[in-house]
């Protein structure tokens, strides 16, 4: 990205308009987090409910208190150790952080990106940038530039290409607003992270903590039915489905070989990273292909693997269910 772009993009910003951006989770769709009217735009863009808050993405440390009121102990501790990074803190917010932002909660959700394009774009613009996943509310997340297009076409008006993102899954995020931390998305900072840099460990989430509507348990998902299943169950699945005619698209893992012909097959990486890395984009391959159903091999229940099961298991329950025979 030269920065004649950079520039186009900030002015973009600054009269309300829609940028969509790289960042290392996934892209995120841009507007400035002050603007009521560019807010308004952002939300029909995504077809997402008005009182869902969003992250306001900052340059740098220093804007913090621009937008929260409190930063607790446990926040300093975890914004030393993460930022700029995949972490996203929820906080109290500070009068600065309108409704349009919190969906009129008492607290803002922060997030200071690390990937270069998404920190030059901040510093540059100088303010917050609100910024939700660049995806049509309850789908899959992009990350590429060419997702975004796919996503929103001509409803953003510029989509900078940092090439595909680097962790490939949303930011962890962590409610940093009292005495323990409590994790409210799971992502490649992961929980036993957390605690580490926190010194104490997670408390569960309780009835006071802030609603976090975008961890849906329906989200993330497919438009083809989505299965995760053990997988000789899954070759069985799709060997019969196949038979009965039906197409089947398969995300697997093992080295497990198709029984039939004629299955939409990807292999996915067997390490943790780069299974992440890949997955939306598989995600929407098998999508693309139009099949009557997508079966994903099970993964295993073990820490590394937590923010992916927990994103295939909203898939899995936001896909449209399998029409009956
Ligand atoms: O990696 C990411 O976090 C990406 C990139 C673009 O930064 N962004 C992202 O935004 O995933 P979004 O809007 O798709 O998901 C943000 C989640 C939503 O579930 C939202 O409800 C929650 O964060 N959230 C934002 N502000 C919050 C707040 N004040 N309290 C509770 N949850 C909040
Ligand atoms: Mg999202």
Not at 45 to 60: F, N, T
Not at 112 to 139: D, M, Q, T, Y
Not at 318 to 323: A, D, K, L, N
């Amino acid at each position: 990205m030269n920065s004649a772009e950079l520039d186009r993009a900030v002015a973009i910003l600054k009269r309300g308009g829609l940028v969509a951006f790289p960042t290392e989770t996934v892209y995120g769709l841009g507007a400035d987090a002050r603007n009521p009217d560019a807010l308004a735009k952002l939300y029909a863009a995504k077809g997402r409910p008005a009182d869902h808050p969003v992250i306001v993405h900052l340059g740098d440390v220093g804007q913090v208190v621009q937008w929260a009121r409190e930063i607790t102990p446990i926040a300093q501790k975890l914004a030393r150790q993460f930022w700029p990074g995949p972490l996203t803190m929820i906080l109290k917010r500070a009068p600065g952080a309108g409704d349009a932002v919190t969906g009129g909660q008492d607290t803002v959700g922060i997030r200071i990106p690390s990937h270069a394009i998404a920190h030059a774009l901040l510093e540059k613009f100088g303010g917050g940038v609100a910024a939700p996943s660049a995806n049509r509310f309850g789908r899959v997340s992009a990350t590429t530039a060419a997702h975004v297009r796919q996503e929103f076409g001509d409803a953003v008006d510029l989509v900078l290409d940092g090439g595909a993102s680097d962790v490939g899954i949303e930011s962890t995020i962590v409610d940093a607003t009292g005495a323990a931390p409590v994790l409210l998305r799971p992502g490649h900072i992961s929980a036993r992270d957390i605690e580490e840099a926190a010194g104490v460990p997670l408390a569960q989430p309780t009835a006071q903590s802030p609603r976090a509507p975008g961890t849906l348990a329906a989200h993330y998902a497919p438009a083809t039915p989505l299965l995760v299943m053990e997988s000789d169950l899954l070759l069985e699945l799709a060997a019969t489905l196949t038979r009965q005619g039906k197409k089947v698209a398969v995300l697997a893992r093992s080295a497990l070989q198709p029984l039939v012909a004629g299955i939409t097959w990807i292999a996915a990486p067997a390490d943790a990273a780069a299974y992440a890395h890949d997955l939306y984009a598989n995600l929407r391959t098998l999508d693309a292909a139009g099949c009557d159903a997508m079966l994903v091999e099970q993964l295993p229940q073990l820490a590394e693997w937590a923010a992916i099961n927990d994103r295939l298991g909203r898939a899995a329950a936001g896909s449209r269910p399998p029409s009956s025979p």
